[in-house]
DNA sequence: ATCTAAGTTTGTCCTGGACAAAGCGGAGGG
DNA sequence: CCCTCCGCTTTGTCCAGGACAAACTTAGAT
C-alpha cells in the first residue's frame, strides 16, 4: 500500500510546470544559473519539488508578471520577496471603486450569497453598468487578493464561474441577431482567461451589435478563417496581465496583415493598454467604456 | 518589410505542440524513432514544421485518443490514416439519436440560429431532458464531425460556447441555495473540457442539490481542500475522451484517500467509462441519466 | 526628450541517452 | 470460458549542458 497517507509530498517537473505555469526548461536553467529552485532527486535522478519551493515559484512568477526581472528575484530570499510584493501591490493600490463586501463574498462557504449578489447588482444596474463598475473593479480586487494570497486557487476559479454564469445568462437574454457591427471576440491560443471577453461582448450587445464569442485560445490562422467566412466587420481580441505584451504585439500586427482591411481590429487588456502607437491599424481599447466610444465612431464612419 | 504574406507558412516546434497538444519531446523522439514528422530546419537548426505535416499530426492525435497506438500509424501514409478514421468512425457510428438538423447549424454563419434553435429545444424539452437528450448527443456529434474534419476549430468553439451560455443562464435561473446534497463539480489539472461538468450540473440544480462548480483545471490538493473547507457531501469528476485512463484512476484513488469518508466521489465521462472495478470507493457514472440514478441513491442512504 | 547602439539577461531549442510506466500477449488457474 | 499474472515491447518523459536569438538595459548622440 504506497498510497497510504502520501498528499502529494512533492511535485516532478510536469506538476511545477502545470502549478505554476513556468516551463520546465525554464524551470533547469534556473536552477543552473540562480540556484533556485533547488528540488531533491528520486532514485532515478529525476527532481522532486517540494511544496514551499513551488509555494515560492507561485509568488516569483506573479512577480514576473508584473514585470520584475528574474535576475533580482529568482535567488531572493522569502522575505525579500514578501517585501517586493508589497511595494508591488502599493503601486496599484488605488484599487478604485470596489466596494469590498462583495469581495468577502468570494469564499467557498459563501458561493450562493456572491451569486445572489451578482444577480442583484446586475438587476440594480444594468447589464453595461454593471460589467464596468461592478465585476471589472471585483475582478481586479481579486487578482490582488490572490496575489497577496488571501484568495486561494478555488476561490478564484469559484469567482470565476459565478461570473460567468451571470453575464452568459445575461446575454443570452438579449440575443440580437441582425445587428451591426458584426463582432468576432476571442483570445489568441496562449491566453485562457475568459472573462475580459464575456465583459466586452456584455458592453456591445445591449448596443445592439451582434457578437460572437469562440471563447480562448483560438489559433491566429483559424481567426481569419472565421472573420472572413463569417462576414465579420470587427474582430475583438483580449489579453490578459499575465500575456507577454511583445508577443500580442506581434501577434496582432501578424493578423493585420492576414485580414483584409475592411475587418477592424480591436485590442483590449492590459498586456496592450498604452501600446496604441506600436499598433498601427489595431484600435487599443484602454477600458469597458472605450469598448462603446470604439462602437461609436465605428458607427459613425460606416453609416 | 519582412512581414509581408507571411500566412505562418511554418510552425516552430511550440506552436505545434500548442495546436496538436503533442509535447515537443514527443514530437522529437518520433522523428527519431518513425521518421515522422520531418521538419525543415532555419539557420539555427531550429524545426520547422510545414502545415501539411501539421495537419496529418491533429489526424494522429485524434487516432490516438481513440485508443490506436503510435507505431502503427505515426510512419503511416494518408491514405492509410484516412483509411484507419473510417474505420473508427464506423464502430462508434451508430450515433444514437442525434438529429442532424442542429448539427448542420454549427457553422460560422448560422451561430444566431444554433443559440435559437437550443433555447427553443430547451424550454420544449426542460433542461434535464434537453442535456441528456440534444446537448450529449449533439456533442457527440460534434466531436465526429471534428474528427472527420467536417467541423474546424472555431466552428468546435462556438458551439461550445454556445451551449455554455444556454446551459449557465439555465442553471443560473435555477438557484436551490440551501439544498441536499451538496456536490463540488471540477476536473483535474490536465482537463479543460467543460461542457460535461456543465452537463451534470444542469442534470443535479433541478433536482434540488446545492451544485457548486470552480470549473476546470482544479489541482488536487486544492479540491481536498476546497471539499473540506465547503462541507460538501459529494464531489464530482469529469473526464473526457482525450484523458488518459490511467492518469483518471491514480488521480481518483489519491483523491479517494485524501478526503474523508464522509464525502462521496463521483466520476463521470469517457476516460472512465466501465473502470467501476478498478475504482473502489468512487462511483463511476456512466452517462447523465446515471447522475439522477446516483443522486437517488445517495438520498436513500442519508435519509 | 526621443532615438540609436552596444552589452547583458533570459527563455527556448538542440542532441542523444536513459528509464519507468503503459500496453500487449501468452500461460496458467478458477 | 473468463480472469489474473507475468514477461516483453512500446512509448512518453526526463536529464545534461551547450547554443543562440529575442528582450531588455544602459549609455551616448541628435
Not at 516551463?23 to 522532486?48: C, H, I, M, Q, S
Not at 493600490?93 to 451578482?118: K, N, T, Y
Not at 486557487?153 to 453575464?167: A, D, I, R, S, Y
Request: glycine share 8%; net charge neutral.
Amino acid at each position: 500500500m504506497n498510497d497510504i497517507a502520501r498528499f502529494e509530498p512533492v511535485h516532478n517537473i510536469a506538476a511545477v510546470e502545470r502549478d505554476t505555469g513556468i516551463a520546465k526548461d525554464t524551470l533547469r536553467v534556473w536552477e543552473r544559473r540562480y540556484g533556485f529552485p533547488t528540488p531533491a532527486r528520486d532514485a532515478n535522478g529525476e527532481r522532486l519539488y517540494a511544496p514551499e519551493q513551488v509555494d515560492k515559484l507561485r509568488l516569483i512568477r506573479r512577480l514576473l508578471d508584473h514585470g520584475r526581472r528574474p535576475a533580482r528575484i529568482v535567488g531572493a530570499s522569502a522575505d525579500e520577496l514578501a517585501r517586493m510584493l508589497d511595494e508591488c501591490l502599493a503601486t496599484s493600490a488605488a484599487a478604485p471603486g470596489c466596494d469590498g463586501s462583495l469581495l468577502e463574498l468570494v469564499r467557498l462557504h459563501r458561493s450562493v450569497e456572491l451569486a445572489q449578489a451578482l444577480r442583484h447588482a446586475l438587476m440594480k444596474q444594468g447589464l453595461q453598468r454593471f460589467v464596468a463598475d461592478t465585476v471589472a473593479p471585483l475582478a481586479a480586487a481579486v487578482g490582488e487578493a490572490w496575489m497577496r494570497g488571501e484568495v486561494d486557487v478555488p476561490e478564484e476559479h469559484l469567482f470565476t464561474e459565478q461570473v460567468q454564469n451571470v453575464l452568459r445568462g445575461a446575454i443570452g437574454a438579449q440575443a440580437a441577431s441582425g445587428g451591426r457591427p458584426r463582432v468576432l471576440l476571442t483570445t489568441f491560443p496562449e491566453e485562457e482567461h475568459v472573462l475580459g471577453l464575456l465583459m466586452a461582448e456584455a458592453m456591445l450587445v445591449p448596443e445592439g451589435a451582434c457578437c460572437v464569442s469562440l471563447g480562448t485560445r483560438t489559433p491566429l490562422a483559424d481567426i481569419r478563417s472565421a472573420a472572413v467566412a463569417g462576414g465579420f466587420d470587427i474582430v475583438g481580441l483580449s489579453f490578459s496581465i499575465a500575456y507577454p505584451a511583445r508577443q500580442a504585439i506581434e501577434g496582432l500586427l501578424a493578423l493585420r496583415e492576414m485580414l483584409p482591411t475592411t475587418v477592424d481590429i480591436w485590442a483590449g487588456g492590459a498586456a496592450v493598454r498604452d501600446k496604441q502607437k506600436r499598433l498601427p491599424g489595431v484600435r487599443v481599447v484602454g477600458d469597458l467604456d472605450g469598448t462603446l466610444a470604439a462602437l461609436q465612431q465605428w458607427r459613425a464612419q460606416h453609416s
